[in-house]
């Protein structure tokens, strides 16, 4: 099982970053996709979901109406939409596969680093 999480980087305030997330070894229309992330210092809290396999999303209240996930089943890939960024959206991203089947089994990707700074 692989995830692996790109497009992180530097980006000024009120700039935008596309996230993405590759997936393989395991059925990827079959999890829910989630993105979270985690400032220095703090906890790792979600960010953004989407339903398996893709009608529903949700999102932390901080990113509502700025960040969009979405994925791409024939792809095996999940993003995330990064707009009207802020300081306080500094923080290492991770990718996450969810899906209960008897026991609740969970993937993490690597993360990706994003810094919002002037």
């Known amino acids: 099982v692989q995830l692996v999480e790109s497009g992180g980087g530097l980006v000024q305030p009120g700039g935008s970053l596309r996230l993405s997330c590759t997936t393989s070894?395991?059925?990827?229309?079959?999890?829910?996709m989630r993105w979270y992330r985690q400032p220095p210092g703090k906890e790792r809290d979600m960010v953004a979901s989407?339903?398996?396999?893709?009608?529903?999303?949700t999102y932390a209240d901080s990113v509502k109406g700025r960040f969009t996930i979405s994925r791409d089943n024939a792809k095996n890939t999940v993003y995330l939409q990064m707009n009207s960024l802020k300081p306080e959206d500094t923080a290492v991203y991770y990718c996450n596969a969810l899906r209960y089947d008897r026991t609740w089994l969970r993937y993490w990707g690597q993360g990706t680093q994003v810094t919002v700074s002037s």
């Open positions: 070894g395991f059925t990827f229309s079959s999890y829910n």
């Open positions: 989407i339903s398996s396999p893709g009608g529903s999303t």
